[in-house]
């Protein structure tokens, strides 16, 4: 007779396996990108323009063949094991994540109108106040991105304007694509097929946040205060948490990468825009309140379907503290839950941070 598989046991196992999963992901990554990344050493003030567009490219490409080659690898290693412990059914995992970047000529229109309703509704507001009320927040981004540094990937923000937009919307493009592939089409998308859909979620928008919250640990910021990085990470931990989500729901990933990449083009503009010697409120004239109107415009043609993802989303986030009825749990199986999913999303942050 098999030994019965209590509510805890199958909540720390769904997350152990998912880890496992999560490791070869980053191994794959790690040691295809170790001949990449090699080029960045090579660095030089001829080649400071071209390398890092190259290298961005490069690791988007990476880090989706990664997550391909590692679902279809620990689906077949892990196959048995996981039968027992995940929730949803495990049918080639790679083409599912392969097909959230599927546009259809039905939905075509629907998954750009998101990207901008994300983008004009959470991003923007949430950059302008943060530089409004605390404008030193681009004087750290600036000194943690490393722009001082000599021969540094992002060495294109102290460029000409020319130079700069060329290189922004390049590699803004393909750091939008890579941090949503792993972020969104993997650790929440992945882990909503292991355990409860919300802490795929929670999980997903930890790692995300740790990982701007990361940049304290960059020499170049050494100098600032630890509150900028924890504004940082508590923005980005909130956006982690919206992108998963409408992910999830939609099983889009598109929207994502449209707004997370608008949104870092338009915060490099910000910070270039600073960095040229000019005032936040001339950046917040010319860039940040046309922007606001947009979103404003937006706000009212789509308040319908705004007001119903907003009632379906604070619905499925209150269900997170909720027992889940799905692995028969107690109130005390939930707070366990609850401390698993903050922690092996710890876990998953201090491997990345090592290997990716």
Same mark, same amino acid.
């Given at each position: 007779?098999?030994?019965?598989?209590?509510?805890?046991?199958?909540?720390?196992?769904?997350?152990?396996?998912?880890?496992?999963?999560?490791?070869?992901?980053?191994?794959?990554?790690?040691?295809?990108?170790?001949?990449?990344?090699?080029?960045?050493f090579l660095m030089d003030e001829s080649t400071k323009t071209i390398i890092p567009i190259a290298y961005q490219i490069v690791r988007a490409l990476v880090i989706i063949i990664a997550i391909v080659l590692a679902l279809v690898f620990s689906n077949f290693l892990l196959q048995s094991q996981k039968r027992k412990i995940i929730l949803e059914e495990d049918i080639n995992p790679s083409i599912k994540f392969l097909n959230l970047f599927a546009i259809k000529r039905s939905n075509f229109k629907y998954q750009i109108l998101y990207g901008f309703l994300i983008l004009f509704l959470i991003f923007i507001p949430l950059d302008f106040f943060?530089?409004?009320?605390?404008?030193?927040?681009?004087?750290?981004?600036? #000194?943690?991105? @490393?722009?001082?540094?000599?021969?540094?990937?992002? /060495?294109?923000? $102290?460029?000409?304007?020319?130079?700069?937009? &060329?290189?922004?919307?390049?590699?803004?493009?393909f750091v939008a694509i890579y941090e949503e592939a792993l972020n969104r089409g993997f650790l929440a998308n992945r882990g909503s097929?292991?355990?409860?859909?919300?802490?795929?979620?929670?999980?997903?928008?930890?790692?995300?946040?740790?990982?701007?919250?990361?940049?304290?640990?960059?020499?170049s910021s050494f100098a600032v205060s630890i509150v900028f990085p924890l504004i940082w990470f508590f923005q980005t931990f909130f956006v982690g948490i919206v992108l998963a989500m409408i992910l999830i729901r939609k099983r889009w990933i598109?929207?994502?990468?449209?707004?997370?990449?608008?949104?870092?083009?338009?915060t490099a503009?910000?910070?270039?825009? #600073?960095?040229? @010697?000019?005032?936040?409120?001339?950046?917040?004239? /010319?860039?940040? $309140?046309?922007?606001?109107i947009v979103g404003i &415009?937006?706000?009212?043609?789509?308040?319908?379907?705004?007001?119903?993802?907003?009632?379906?989303?604070?619905?499925d986030f209150s269900k997170y503290f909720k027992n889940d009825p799905k692995i028969?749990?107690?109130?005390?199986?939930?707070?366990?839950?609850?401390?698993?999913?903050?922690?092996?999303?710890?876990?998953?942050?201090?491997v990345g941070i090592i290997l990716i």
């Open positions: 007779m098999s030994r019965l598989i209590t509510p805890r046991n199958k909540i720390f196992k769904q997350r152990l396996y998912f880890m496992l999963e999560t490791l070869i992901v980053f191994l794959i990554i790690f040691l295809i990108l170790l001949y990449p990344t090699y080029f960045l943060g530089y409004l009320f605390i404008p030193e927040i681009l004087e750290y981004q600036a #000194y943690s991105l @490393g722009v001082y540094t000599e021969t540094s990937i992002n /060495s294109y923000l $102290l460029e000409s304007y020319f130079i700069f937009l &060329i290189s922004v919307v390049t590699i803004q493009s097929e292991y355990f409860n859909k919300m802490s795929a979620v929670i999980m997903s928008a930890f790692f995300f946040g740790l990982a701007h919250f990361s940049y304290i640990l960059y020499p598109i929207p994502g990468i449209i707004a997370h990449a608008l949104n870092n083009i338009i503009h910000a910070i270039w825009n #600073y960095l040229q @010697g000019n005032d936040f409120i001339i950046i917040a004239f /010319s860039l940040y $309140l046309p922007l606001l &415009i937006l706000l009212i043609w789509q308040f319908q379907r705004v007001k119903e993802g907003l009632s379906i989303g604070i619905k028969r749990e107690t109130t005390s199986d939930k707070i366990i839950r609850i401390l698993l999913d903050f922690l092996f999303g710890l876990i998953i942050y201090g």
